[in-house]
């Protein structure tokens, strides 16, 4: 049964993946199955039609990745002023 305190139940959860993570004794493999995926999403995105050859799409999508990493930490950058402005204001 899950634990009623949403901050308890997110604190087990923690623990729980951590001791799952140690008890992993190859780590790629359990993500093996997520990066591939992963990346064939980034492909999907960059060729829908599959016209690009094989490098070229795999090219694309690692551009189409850097791109979006790159935007989620201008996000961050941004959300971080936000809120030492506000703090600043306070």
């Known amino acids: 049964m899950a634990h009623p305190d949403p901050k308890r139940r997110k604190e087990i959860a923690r623990r729980a993946a951590h001791i799952s993570w140690a008890r992993t004794p ?4 359990r993500l093996a199955a997520a990066n591939t995926a992963r990346e064939a999403s980034y492909e999907r995105d960059v060729d829908p039609d ?3 050859s094989e490098e070229d ?4 999508a690692r551009n189409d990745r850097t791109a979006f990493y790159l935007e989620l930490s201008r996000l961050g950058v941004e959300a971080r002023r936000r809120k030492r402005a506000e703090e600043d204001a306070a």
């Open 26 to 29: 190859i780590r790629a493999e």
């Open 50 to 52: 599959g016209v690009m």
């Open 57 to 60: 799409r795999r090219k694309a």
